[in-house]
C-alpha cells in the first residue's frame, strides 16, 4: 500500500535544491562541519600540516612532575595525528549534564593536553563558543592551545567552569599536583572531566616510539576521584573496566561537579 510514493530506505537524491541548501546552511553555521569526524580530520589535518614543525612553541621550563620523553613521544603523536576521536568518549557524556546542555553557550572550558585542534574542534561543535575554549599543552601550533603545564596553570583562580583532563594526567608522576591546580582554576560548582587508559594487569610496558613511558597507572576511577577527595559535591558520570574486559586496555572516564 502506498507502495508507489514511499521513500526508499537508505537512498537519498541529493537534488539540486538540496544541495543549495545545505551549502547555505554551511555558509552561515560553519562550525556545524566538526559534527562530521571526515571533515574534522581533513581540518585538522589541512591545519597543522601548514605550520613547519620546527616553528611549534614548546614549553621547556616544565614541572619535575611531567615523565620522561613526554614531549617528544606526544610530538611524534601530534604529527601522526593519533586518537584523534578519542575525546568524543567524554565529550558526549559531558555535554549530556543538563546543566552544561542548557549553558554551554556561556561556559568557558580548558581543556588540558589536546595535542591537535580536533578536541578543540569537537568541543565547539558541542555547542561551546570559540572564546570560551583555551588549551593548555606543552607543545603547540595553535591559537586556540597555550604552551604551559599542566602541574602549574598559567591562569588565574576560578578562572574557567569546566576543566577537560582527556588522557594527560598519565603523563605525570605527581598527578596531585595536577587535581590541585584543576581545583584551583576551576570555578565553585564547575566540572571537571578525566579519562585515561587502563592497561590490562601484568601488561609489561613496551618502548612507544622509541621510548619508554613511566607515567602513572589507574585501576579504577575511585582513584582517580581520589585525586579530587574533599572537593567532589557529585559525580554525574562514571565509566569503570566492564567485567568481560578486564584482560583489554580500556578506558576510564569520570565527570565529578566540584564544591
Known amino acids: 500500500m502506498?507502495?508507489?510514493?514511499?521513500?526508499?530506505?537508505?537512498?537519498?537524491?541529493?537534488?539540486?535544491?538540496l544541495v543549495a541548501a545545505i551549502?547555505?546552511?554551511?555558509?552561515?553555521?560553519?562550525?556545524?562541519?566538526?559534527h562530521i569526524p571526515t571533515i574534522r580530520r581533513m581540518i585538522t589535518g589541512v591545519r597543522a600540516k601548514s605550520v613547519d614543525p620546527e616553528s611549534f612553541e614548546i614549553f621547556e621550563n616544565y614541572d619535575s612532575g611531567v615523565i620522561e620523553h613526554t614531549v617528544e613521544y606526544n610530538r611524534d603523536q601530534l604529527l601522526e595525528f593519533a586518537a584523534l576521536e578519542r575525546p568524543r568518549l567524554l565529550i558526549n557524556p559531558l555535554t549530556s549534564i543538563h546543566y552544561i546542555n542548557e549553558n554551554i553557550?556561556?561556559?568557558?572550558?580548558?581543556?588540558v593536553g589536546p595535542r591537535t585542534e580536533s578536541e578543540i574542534f569537537m568541543l565547539l561543535a558541542a555547542g561551546f563558543k570559540p572564546d570560551n575554549v583555551h588549551g593548555l599543552d606543552?607543545?603547540?601550533?595553535?591559537?586556540?592551545?597555550?604552551?604551559?603545564?599542566?602541574h602549574d596553570m598559567p591562569y588565574e583562580d576560578d578562572s574557567f567552569d569546566i576543566v577537560f583532563l582527556g588522557w594527560v594526567i598519565g603523563y605525570s608522576k605527581e598527578c596531585q599536583k595536577i587535581a590541585d591546580e584543576t581545583i584551583r582554576v576551576t570555578k565553585p560548582g564547575g566540572y571537571v572531566a578525566v579519562g585515561v587508559e587502563r592497561e590490562p594487569p601484568m601488561k609489561v610496558s613496551e618502548p612507544l616510539h622509541g621510548v619508554t613511558l613511566d607515567g602513572t597507572d589507574f585501576e579504577t576511577?575511585?582513584?582517580?576521584?581520589?585525586?579530587?577527595?574533599?572537593?567532589?559535591?557529585?559525580?554525574?558520570f562514571r565509566h569503570d573496566v566492564h567485567r568481560k574486559m578486564q584482560d583489554k586496555m580500556c578506558h576510564l572516564m569520570v565527570i565529578?561537579?566540584?564544591n
Open 221 to 236: 576511577t575511585n582513584e582517580i576521584l581520589a585525586l579530587f577527595d574533599g572537593h567532589v559535591h557529585s559525580v554525574p
Open 2 to 17: 502506498g507502495g508507489k510514493n514511499k521513500v526508499t530506505r537508505g537512498k537519498f537524491d541529493m537534488t539540486n535544491e
Open 23 to 34: 551549502n547555505q546552511h554551511i555558509v552561515e553555521h560553519p562550525l556545524d562541519l566538526f
Open 138 to 150: 606543552l607543545i603547540s601550533y595553535s591559537d586556540y592551545v597555550d604552551v604551559g603545564d599542566m
Open 256 to 258: 565529578a561537579e566540584l
Open 105 to 111: 553557550d556561556e561556559l568557558k572550558i580548558l581543556c
